[in-house]
């Protein structure tokens, strides 16, 4: 007997008619021979709610009540599905006891599902109140409910510290819930059902020439995740690569193949033959320029080590040295940690650098071209380059790995670029 995870994120429990497909699923699943744990985000709109109500009180509201507050959501959901597998489950065994021509009084069955908050089953985070880390998954209760047949409904994005407070993992923070327990369960296979029917060379919203890759690479889809691709969170794909997760992102609303996330050696021979397989967008994104700063390596690990303290991610980094005895430093970051990010500056500047210069740019986006074939092959940068210049999208900053490209270019030019960088590596040919 095989066990299966699947995630249901947003838009798929969005509706009580979504949560009722969502109960019919799932069930289905379990009668064709699988074990089934079903994690759940919040229905669709509503952390966006929570987090308003919560930055109008505190604009930086970071803090195990915020963690409280928004974790909310996915009980709800939780509850929801719960009560939807139950009662679907039910109508089951009526309609087959009416089949049979049994009583229908005598057709009250045991609970097929049951519900647990993240504390509950032991997803057990550090403390970092809106960005925690899982540390451990205490599996004993889930293999308990799996064995007597029970699908355990687990809300994701959540867990507990030390101290017993209610943390979160951030945005997406569900998918990283659900392969964290099908890596402790030892799943055979974690699903991670959504609005789309899988990964796209790029958010058909953006480009409608976007083709479905039937299979991509840990490593291009981490780096996909980190550019702005929403389809799945970084750090959930990470995961999948370090414990060998089979990852199967697909559609809620139809039974259509999606998209497998695997390891590069069984790409076949698409490793070689595809130099760039997605671009990604994010418009998410604030460039920080400080000037006038004193020359000195530990001026720079100062900066970044009091950013790091206030636990936000810094993206793609520029030195400039116009002097011996001066330099300038730019970084971007992203845009929910801008005002967490001037905070810190400013402290910097009024505690040890009184002459530093803080310059701020909200209106940039970074567009990012990705593939494991670019390994192996020359010229996608000049490429890229030529495309945007062709173009006359002005590039502010650049950042490479083996794997990708990425540009800060003006946030208005966002859309022109990914149709441009979409047509001219041909992905709308994408197998």
Known sequence: MSLIVQK?????VGTIER????ARWALDTQAQGHQVVVVVSAMSGETNRLVQLATQINPIPYSCEYDLLIASGEQVSVGLVTLAINTEAQRRMNNKLVGQGGNIKKALVKANARGFL??????FTDSVFSKARIQQIDTTLLRKELALGVIPVIAGFQGVDANNNITTLGRGGSDTSAVAIAAALGADECEIYTDVEGVYTTDPRLCPEAKKISKISYEEMMELAGLGAKVLQIRSVELAAKYKISLHVRSSFNAVHGTRVVAQQDLGGRM?????SGVAADVGQVQFTLQNLPAGSEVVAQIFQAL???SIVVDIIVQDTPSAQRFSLGFTIGKSDALNARLVLDKLKSEFYAEMKIFENRDLAK???????????????AKMFSLLAESRI???MISTSEIKISCIIPEEKMKEA???????FELHRFE
């Not at 249901?8 to 798929?12: H, K, P, V």
């Not at 993240?118 to 997803?123: F, L, P, R, W, Y």
């Not at 567009?367 to 940068?381: E, F, K, N, T």
């Not at 990914?418 to 001219?424: E, F, T, Y």
């Open 8 to 12: 249901f994120g947003g838009t798929s």
């Open 19 to 22: 949560i009722q497909s969502v």
């Open 118 to 123: 993240g504390h509950q089953i032991g997803i």
């Open 272 to 276: 070689e033959q595809v130099l760039v």
């Open 308 to 310: 790091s303290r206030a």
């Open 367 to 381: 567009v990012s071209v990705v593939g494991v074939g670019m390994q192996h092959h020359p010229g996608v940068a």
């Open 394 to 396: 002005e590039i502010k």
């Open 418 to 424: 990914v149709r441009s960088l979409h047509q001219g």
